[in-house]
């Protein structure tokens, strides 16, 4: 089992940054896909970014050159780097991790971009 605990969330202005944070916990060795992935209401969930393990990363097209996304494995830990920040960014952010083969997911954070 792995648990996942997602920080950084929270309102900025259009411009504006946030770095969102990933922790996984559990009964694992080693982690090979983390990725962040996000929804608005009404709307189905989709791909922010991901990152292997031998750090290898994609990105959606809305968000090229502004996220970065990156991984401590020593830490167990994911990060998103948002800068440059859209009201159209606005969503809940999940992190998502998979271990043997099997999807986790976090509880989700709220990212609000005000304009």
């Known amino acids: 089992q792995v648990q996942l605990v997602e920080s950084g969330g929270g309102l900025v202005q259009a411009g504006g940054s946030l770095r969102l944070s990933c922790v996984a916990s559990?009964?694992?060795?080693?982690?090979?896909?983390m990725g962040w992935y996000r929804q608005a209401p009404g709307k189905q969930r989709e791909l922010v970014a991901a990152i292997t393990r031998g750090d290898s990363t994609n990105y959606a097209d809305s968000v090229k050159g502004r996220f970065t996304i990156s991984r401590d494995n020593a830490k167990n830990t994911v990060y998103l780097q948002m800068n440059s920040l859209k009201p159209e960014d606005t969503c809940v952010y999940y992190c998502m991790v998979v271990v043997t083969g099997i999807n986790y997911w976090g509880q989700g954070t709220q990212v609000t971009v005000s304009s």
């Open positions: 559990g009964s694992f060795v080693s982690i090979n896909y």
